[in-house]
């Protein structure tokens, strides 16, 4: 069974930085591509951010600039280095995962909260 575990959430006032961490534990064979989705109050969930096994990464008009994914060296894991933080960041933030023959897989979510 995949696990995903995500981590970095939190309240930060407007200017700020956050950083996100989602790690897969279980057994397999090959992560196709990482990305991270959030989801507002009364809004659809939306990618943020994604990276392909490659490390081609493409991010959301609205954060291009200010976010950055990345995977980490252990290679099950992604972050996401969020700067320059504004209210409208403000959301549930899920990571999610493509894992070869096993399909999608999506962790809790994490609350981010930005004051202005």
């Known amino acids: 069974q995949v696990q995903l575990v995500e981590s970095g959430g939190g309240l930060v006032q407007a200017g700020g930085s956050l950083r996100l961490s989602c790690a897969a534990s279980?057994?397999?064979?090959?992560?196709?591509?990482m990305g991270w989705y959030r989801q507002a109050p009364g809004r659809p969930r939306d990618l943020v951010a994604a990276i392909s096994s490659s490390g081609s990464a493409n991010y959301v008009d609205s954060v291009k600039g200010r976010f950055t994914i990345s995977r980490g060296n252990a290679k099950n894991t992604v972050y996401l280095q969020m700067n320059s933080l504004k209210p409208e960041d403000t959301a549930v933030y899920y990571c999610t995962m493509g894992i070869a023959t096993m399909g999608q897989f999506w962790g809790q979510g994490t609350q981010v909260t930005v004051s202005s």
């Open positions: 279980g057994s397999f064979f090959r992560l196709n591509y």
